[in-house]
T-cell receptor
Framework: AQKVTQAQTEISVVEKEDVTLDCVYE???????LFWYKQPPSGELVFLIR??????QNEISGRYSWNFQKSTSSFNFTITASQVVDSAVYFC?????????????FGKGTRLHILP | EAGVTQSPTHLIKTRGQQATLRCSPI?????VYWYQQALGLGLQFLLW???????NRGNFPPRFSGRQFPNYSSELNVNALELEDSALYLC?????????????FGPGTRLTVT
């Protein structure tokens, strides 16, 4: 069965600190996709990254980086030199396409507070 | 390019009534997804429409239904409203068909059932 665990319910850091958001997933499929989305106070989820199960390369986009490790079933997200605008709820999600019966499950989210 | 739009922004209904929520996807996107975000329950997948057909539904009762129109816009209907249906309902669209593709979300409709 699919499962996504974001163990950190809420994190507070001071601006300019680095912060890592954890995501651990469970799946029996060999082909799957992982996502991170950001939900700012306005409510609209913003797509950040999509990664398929065959691509374990880490990715960096500006201050954002992602560490995908199949051995530990984790897809962690790091924000370097955090800014107040990074304050939001961050969701990790897992998607599988099983015989075209697509499924997606989101973690419960991590609320990130960046303090000025 | 316009993003995903949803209407209304807020909707207040009483228990037992019906609610209709609307969504317009990004131009060129044929897949539309609906999610419920209730307090404490996270984001739960409700329905997926593509090319006018329901492709998949989450673990919700049949009183949650919807449709997709020829212009790919969609509406979500919730019949016989219950208090626990109070939530933020998010619509998303994707260029690719299916939930393995990145989705672009609208601002949501906040439904309050009293």
């Amino acid at each position: 069965a699919q499962k996504v665990t974001q163990a950190q319910t809420e994190i507070s850091v001071v601006e300019k600190e680095d912060v890592t958001l954890d995501c651990v997933y469970e799946t029996r499929d060999t082909t799957y996709y992982l996502f991170w989305y950001k939900q700012p106070p306005s409510g609209e989820l913003v797509f950040l990254i999509r990664r398929n199960s065959f691509d374990e390369q880490n990715e960096i986009s500006g201050r954002y980086s992602w560490n995908f490790q199949k051995s530990t079933s984790s897809f962690n997200f790091t924000i370097t030199a955090s800014q107040v605008v990074d304050s939001a709820v961050y969701f990790c999600a897992l998607s599988e396409a099983v015989n075209r019966d697509d499924k997606i499950i989101f973690g419960k989210g991590t609320r990130l507070h960046i303090l000025p | 390019e316009a993003g995903v739009t949803q209407s209304p922004t807020h909707l207040i209904k009483t228990r037992g009534q019906q609610a209709t929520l609307r969504c317009s996807p990004i131009s060129g996107h044929t897949s539309v997804y609906w999610y419920q975000q209730a307090l404490g329950l996270g984001l739960q997948f409700l329905l997926w429409y593509d090319e006018g057909e329901e492709r998949n539904r989450g673990n919700f009762p049949p009183r949650f239904s919807g449709r997709q129109f020829p212009n790919y816009s969609s509406e979500l209907n919730v019949n016989a409203l219950e208090l626990e249906d109070s939530a933020l309902y998010l619509c998303a669209s994707s260029l690719g068909q299916g939930m393995v593709y990145e989705q672009y979300f609208g601002p949501g409709t906040r439904l309050t059932v009293t």
